[in-house]
């Protein structure tokens, strides 16, 4: 391995929000294109020559080839430059790395997508791959978002809020800021669009606990409250997965920039994450 | 292990013969100071040294460290690696590389550590323990592997132990400058080893030290040095298995950069920033105690992530002793 990446083209951007733009690309040689393969929760580095390099997940799915998308928020320098670049401009990527969700295992299973603003990203990799490979028993997505502006893949989910029901696909959505396009949302799909936040769409919701699993993506606040209202309805901790966010620098384990735990359990998000159970998080200190 | 004695008259003509081998470095006295340092003569070399402030960590992990180079619109890999002779390394050195190796060589491999670990000779040294030392609390106080030689002081000259087939092409280039062992030679071989054994002043209780540490997260300890510690990052900087390094693109001109890497410290508050100025270890005490739990932290098939070498007491300004640390926390359980 080098810290090499490969040439990767911007097919296509697309504003998502005022914040958060959707890049859709392909590398240059058609060679390392097939060789891409990943899957959803992994994470990619993608180098902007000369101005450095930064880790983000991917959010497509595995199951649509020949293209891969990043949704990059615009929070720093470098995104900020990534924010720049236009259709048919070159950044280097590397990757995929980490461990990603482990989609097979989950295999006949209900999943419950519990995502926090951001959080959106990674899991509309599982969403699409869910959907696509119709292999799984019911999908739930439970969205809280800011406010109507900040739905991240608005047209997506509006999509899925009409005919998700169709495709065994169960959407909510938790807003915080009142607005008259939530308000007509709401009225449109109430009650699965409400002013609140993510844990109130729990509400009137059952699962089947042993044929279930949670999946978790959001900021690092939600994830207490989240995992509290899964644990309430007796979900094993093994049994929720979330994937987590540090400042990996390389990507493979050496950089030491997100490794958590304490003596007894030492991990580096990149490597043995980004996806970790509920219980990795009992079990490593200092995880969410 | 091969065991040969190389005498005292020859040790200057055996050392010279090294040179054919790559740049040697060894430690070099400067005022109060010990560094490895490029070496042309004996004279220059400090053999009786303590301990380098910087570790030979810094030939394979380097201060500031260039990766890549970008020209005409692509990335190169940086210059190549010259083949180096590190002579005197200290036994706790040569278990940090044998830690750093357990993460630079595993799968990916890091190519830049890689082939400078390749394009190495380390030739250890014995020493006697100072004031800071607790290796022997870690087992670290002896090398059985990791070297390609190893010099063993006696009254006339020294004690080889050959720990490589490298080491053993060195040795069998000058065949001439050593001799068989003698009965005499092993007997002082031992009685140096009980002497150093009997000078450590610093011992470690390291009996159940994950579990204790982890258990004792909330110690009021942590809190007290937090206090006391400066958050300066020297400890990190002198570990010889400290090994956190940050990344960089730097424009050489309007057409050139480079991708260059350098040491990062975990007592830095930048260490644990994530995109949006969020921050996992926000305070100093979530910093200090990191640290603590990095180093103590037991990998069954590397050991403890320490090996006792004293530099981070040695060049504490504030004068926090690793090993007293690690008892109050212990103490502070009972």
Redesign the interface.
């Known amino acids: 391995m080098s810290f090499q990446t490969h040439d990767a083209r911007i097919l296509e951007v697309k504003e998502l929000t005022s914040r958060e733009k959707l890049f859709t690309l392909r590398f240059l040689d058609p060679e390392i294109n097939r060789k891409f393969k990943y899957k959803p929760g992994q994470f990619v580095v993608v180098d902007i020559r000369g101005f450095g390099e930064f880790p983000i997940s991917l959010c497509s799915t595995p199951t649509r080839e020949g293209y891969f998308q990043l949704c990059v928020r615009r929070v720093g320098r470098m995104t900020k430059y990534m924010h720049n670049l236009k259709e048919g401009d070159i950044v280097g990527i590397r990757g995929p790395y980490g461990n990603g969700f482990p989609m097979e295992k989950m295999e006949g299973s209900t999943l419950i997508l519990v995502a926090g603003g951001l959080g959106m990203a990674p899991l509309r990799s599982v969403l699409w791959y869910a959907l696509d490979s119709g292999k799984y028993e019911k999908i739930y997505l439970f969205y809280g978002t800011k406010a109507y502006e900040d739905i991240l893949f608005r047209d997506e989910i509006i999509h899925l809020l009409k005919h998700g029901e169709d495709m065994n696909c169960h959407v909510k959505l938790a807003y915080e800021v009142e607005s008259p396009s939530c308000i007509y949302l709401e009225k449109g799909y109430s009650p699965r669009v409400c002013k609140g936040v993510v844990t109130d769409l729990f509400r009137g919701e059952s699962f089947d606990v042993n044929n279930t699993y949670a999946l978790i993506c959001g900021p690092p606040v939600m994830y207490k409250f989240v995992i509290k209202e899964l644990l309430d309805r007796k979900l094993s901790p093994g049994r929720i997965y979330m994937t987590l966010e540090r400042r990996m620098r390389c990507g493979v384990g050496k950089c030491g920039h997100c490794i958590v735990g304490t003596s007894t359990s030492i991990k580096y998000v990149c490597k043995d994450g980004p996806v970790f159970t509920y219980w990795d998080a009992l079990s490593t200190r200092g995880l969410i | 292990m091969r065991y040969v004695k190389l005498p005292e008259e020859n040790f200057e003509e055996f050392f010279n013969s090294l040179k054919k081998w790559g740049i040697v470095y060894a430690p070099v006295k400067k005022e109060n100071i010990y560094s490895f340092q490029k070496v042309q003569n004996v004279s220059e070399i400090a053999l009786d040294y303590t301990r380098t402030m910087l570790p030979p960590k810094k030939f394979f992990v380097r201060p500031k460290d260039e990766?890549?180079k970008?020209k005409e619109?692509h990335?190169e890999?940086a210059n190549g690696t010259e083949p180096i002779v590190l002579f005197g390394v200290h036994s706790c050195d040569i278990h940090g590389l044998e830690i750093l190796d357990k993460?630079?060589l595993?799968d990916?491999?890091?190519?830049y550590y890689k082939k400078r670990r390749e394009n190495s000779i380390i030739i250890g040294i014995s020493c006697m323990p100072d004031e800071y030392c607790f290796c022997k609390s870690l087992g670290t106080d002896f090398a059985m592997h990791g070297f390609d030689l190893f010099l063993h002081e006696l009254p006339d000259g020294w004690l080889v132990r050959v720990g490589s087939v490298k080491g053993h092409e060195i040795a069998w280039g000058t065949e001439e400058l050593f001799e068989e062992l003698t009965e005499e030679d092993m007997k002082n071989f031992r009685e140096f080893e009980e002497k150093r054994a009997n000078s450590f002043q610093k011992h470690l209780n390291k009996e159940g030290?994950?579990?204790m540490?982890?258990l004792a997260?909330n110690s009021p300890v942590w809190k007290k040095y937090e206090r006391i510690c400066l958050g300066c990052g020297n400890c990190n900087m002198v570990c010889p298995t400290c090994?956190?390094?940050?990344?960089?693109?730097l424009?050489m001109n309007a057409y050139e950069?480079v991708?260059v890497?350098r040491y990062?410290s975990?007592f830095m508050e930048s260490?644990?920033?994530?995109?949006?100025?969020?921050n996992?270890r926000p305070t100093r005490l979530d910093r200090f105690r990191?640290r603590?739990?990095?180093k103590?932290?037991?990998?069954p098939s590397a050991g403890f992530n320490c090996v006792g070498c004293g530099r981070c007491d040695e060049f504490c300004p504030a004068k926090i002793e690793h090993v007293k640390v690690l008892d109050e926390v212990r103490e502070g359980l009972q």
């Open positions: 990766m890549l970008l619109g990335w890999e993460v630079y595993s990916p491999v890091d190519p030290l994950e579990d540490l982890d997260y090994r956190c390094y940050e990344v960089c693109d424009w950069a991708r890497r990062d975990c260490h644990g920033l994530v995109a949006g100025g969020h996992f990191h603590y739990y990095c103590s932290y037991f990998d």
